[in-house]
């Protein structure tokens, strides 16, 4: 896959050059109505007229039934050189697909040039290729920034969306617990459900339904639901919580069928996951009896047995996470035969092929969630990224799962902007539609198909820099999981060293992260955005460096320091300057979020940092007298 070509995404099966298009007047008359209904037939017909010539033939468009070679119902073909377009495909989706295909190869030309003819057979490897967006850790989403990246997800042939909901969705019952998120109301899902489905993407409905409910049971009015009333450590809250649903309690399944009934009508989707992972304090608390008596697998499955009943009562069918059940995989061939678990695993080493061979022997449907590796990274984590997404599409292939669901957390605070995302939600679409041709890529090809398809900046160097960001980490020379040695001095100030999520963290660590950072500043100012997009990205890019480098600073103090000490143990000589680096890093963030993004859960996320500079140089109304 070399020239032009290489900048289809996904890269299509097969495809040719033919004779470049010349033509007049675009003609459009034998368009069938559900796809002249399409906006991207729209746009198609807008970039085409965009180079019409005076004095040739006019542009001939047909459609017509795919009748040969591919079954999958998502193929297509395009057929397109000098005044003729022919698309082929056997439903809506096929001839959507083609459109994206035609649209992608118009938007790469170079300025000036007649385009290319093409020739193009192709058709997915999964028949579901989904993004599962983080809406619960601080940072929600504006409806305008939702529709933007559908269309964007659309045109690397995306078809299903997940928002994870554990409180931002605006319940009636609960106005304490979700407004103060700036949650999504009925009328904008049902807006963005529209606005998905004219681009081909089912957005599926989500919503925690057993652990992760510690937003709900921190509350007076919902504590009673819980495990352990009076809260455990768990992993996205500093604070003692609450965390999971009592399994025992017949109130818990009365609470999530009052969620259901009002969050599920918003959808067309009839599916949905409840999500049902990490399950911490199961058997801790409330229930300690039952599993103690039935063993904390039969009591999970019994939970997530009743939970399927509401689910299939509605009429839905029920995603679940199997991290649990993955645990316990003797209860596996137990599960209802319509549920669909799907696998997570975010390493570049998860066992992903041998938790793919359970699920396969047993399950009528299964999934695989790879991740982005854009949470507790500021930048990302471009080669742990691509190596999550390589396993995850072979692993799929190879064990028959139904499809790939993308997902990108914000984990502690979400701090990591959108576009750090971008490289996963591409490449992870490429490997869920045409694997063999993913694995194939080249640094230099996911540059150019970030500049050309993501920033709409051909050539403006900030996919160079996106893939370079993403390996920052990298040169601190700490092996970490799910997290980077770049994030750590900032996620993680409680901790004290040595910490086991961080072995060999040294000083010098920091002072190669700051090098390299020191050439990502150097690349960051040659960039020259040419869009909206871009230019918008290339800011929250260089916020990023700038929280990058305070961490190495912070980082730097920490590590030369005795061990045992505490972030408030720090000289004020040291930590001041530090300190007011956060500050005005903090008011940065506000901004940039503020454009993405609601306000709601900002005042959390900028706390994060707040907290920090606190704890280095309390201001005059906090300092003692």
Request: include cysteine; proline fraction near 8%; hydrophobic fraction near 35%.
């Amino acid at each position: 896959m070399s020239g032009p070509i290489s900048l289809l995404s996904p890269a299509p099966k097969q495809a040719s050059l033919l004779a470049p298009l010349s033509y007049g007047a675009v003609e459009s008359s034998q368009t069938p109505p559900e796809v002249q209904a399409l906006p991207v037939f729209s746009q198609l017909l807008e970039r085409l007229r965009a180079q019409e010539a005076p004095n040739k033939s006019p542009m001939e468009i047909g459609f017509e039934p795919l009748t040969s070679g591919a079954s999958n119902l998502e193929a297509y073909e395009v057929y397109a050189t000098e005044a003729r377009i022919t698309l082929r495909a056997h439903q809506t989706a096929g001839f959507r697909h083609a459109i994206h295909t035609l649209i992608q190869w118009l938007q790469i030309q170079p300025e000036g040039q007649a385009c290319l003819g093409l020739q193009v057979q192709d058709e997915p490897d999964l028949p579901e290729r989904g993004v599962m967006l983080d809406i619960s850790r601080d940072r929600v989403p504006t409806l305008a920034t939702t529709c933007q990246l559908v269309e964007l997800l659309a045109s690397w042939k995306i078809n299903r969306l997940q928002l994870y909901t554990e409180h931002t969705f605006a319940y009636s019952a609960a106005p304490h617990i979700c407004a103060p998120s700036s949650p999504w109301t009925p009328s904008e899902i049902r807006a963005l459900d529209e606005h998905a489905s004219l681009y081909g993407i089912e957005l599926v409905p989500n919503q925690q339904s057993f652990g992760h409910m510690h937003r709900w049971l921190s509350h007076d009015s919902h504590r009673h639901l819980a495990e352990i009333p009076g809260g455990v450590q768990h992993p996205f809250h500093p604070l003692k919580q609450p965390f999971s649903l009592c399994p025992t309690d017949p109130k818990a399944l009365e609470f999530l069928a009052e969620l259901y009934d009002e969050l599920l009508p918003n959808f067309t989707s009839k599916t949905f996951n409840v999500g049902l992972d990490e399950t911490f304090d199961l058997g801790e608390g409330r229930s300690r009896a039952a599993v103690s008596e039935r063993g904390v697998a039969a009591v999970y499955l019994d939970f997530l047995c009743s939970v399927h009943e509401l689910v299939a009562s509605r009429g839905h069918r029920m995603q679940c996470w199997a991290d649990v059940i993955l645990n316990h995989p003797e209860v596996v061939p137990d599960l209802p035969s319509d549920c669909e678990p799907i696998l997570w695993g975010y390493e570049a080493e998860h066992p992903i092929e041998k938790e793919a061979a359970v699920l396969s022997a047993s399950c009528s449907s299964f999934q695989i969630a790879p991740g982005t590796s854009s949470w507790q990274s500021f930048g990302g984590r471009t080669d742990n990224c691509l190596s999550n997404m390589k396993s995850a599409g072979s692993a799929a292939r190879t064990h028959g799962a139904k499809g790939v669901l993308i997902t990108d957390w914000g984990d502690r605070g979400h701090l990591q902007p959108l576009p750090v995302s971008y490289l996963g939600f591409l490449y992870g679409a490429e490997c869920s539609w045409n694997g063999p041709a993913a694995e194939g890529r080249t640094d230099q090809q996911l540059a150019a198909l970030l500049d050309h398809l993501a920033f709409r900046s051909p050539s403006c160097g900030l996919g160079e820099f996106t893939l370079e960001l993403g390996r920052a980490a990298d040169s601190c020379g700490v092996k970490t999981e799910n997290l980077t040695a770049l994030f750590y001095p900032i996620g993680f100030p409680e901790r004290t060293l040595p910490d086991e999520r961080v072995p060999g963290l040294v000083p010098e660590s920091y002072e190669r992260g700051r090098a390299k950072i020191s050439e990502l500043k150097a690349l960051h100012s040659k960039i020259s955005p040419a869009s909206g997009e871009s230019s918008l990205s290339h800011d929250e890019f260089s916020w990023v460096l700038d929280l990058m480098d305070t961490a190495c600073d912070l980082g730097t103090a920490r590590t030369s320091s005795p061990p045992g000490q505490t972030l408030s143990d720090l000289p004020g000589t040291t930590g001041h300057p530090i300190a007011e680096r956060l500050r005005e890093l903090g008011n940065r963030h506000a901004d940039l979020w503020l454009v993405r993004s609601r306000p709601g859960g900002l005042k959390d996320s900028v706390a994060r940092l707040e907290g920090i500079a606190e704890a280095l140089h309390p201001t005059p109304r906090d300092r003692p007298k």
